[in-house]
């Protein structure tokens, strides 16, 4: 496992996405099996992702802005970023799952 300041190219793209609040690309990231976990409520289908996202993620103008990058040998990527929207803000770990070009999954956890 390495703690690295870059992003693995799928999340970087990921999270240029969420800043520009570009929801069809946020929701073209996960592969068809994707799911959300936040903090503990778990949503996995792109409908429910949608609409979780609409609601609570890029529909609350979010804005996440990294600040730590730690690359598991397991095709995992945890990011510990300032999360800033008007649903809520605070430090937060997105811990995602990559699978190729995409995302199997994100959790969000406290940072």
């Known amino acids: 496992m390495t703690t690295s300041p ?3 190219a799928p999340i970087d793209r990921f999270i240029d996405a969420v800043n520009r609040h570009d929801t069809a690309a946020f929701l073209d990231m996960f592969t068809s099996e994707g799911r959300v976990d936040d903090w503990g409520r778990v949503f996995a289908t792109r409908d429910e992702i949608a609409t979780w996202n ?3 993620f890029i529909g609350s103008d979010g ?3 990294p600040q730590s990058v730690t690359v598991g040998d ?3 990527v945890t990011v510990v970023g300032d999360w800033r929207s008007t649903h809520a803000n605070g430090l937060s ?3 995602f ?3 190729g070009d995409q995302i199997r999954s994100m959790t969000i956890r406290e940072g």
Do not use: G
Request: glycine share 0%; net charge negative; proline share 6%.
């Open 6 to 8: 870059e992003l693995p």
């Open 54 to 56: 609409d609601r609570e």
């Open 63 to 65: 804005i996440l802005t």
């Open 74 to 76: 397991d095709a995992t």
């Open 93 to 95: 770990a997105f811990t």
């Open 97 to 99: 799952e990559v699978d």
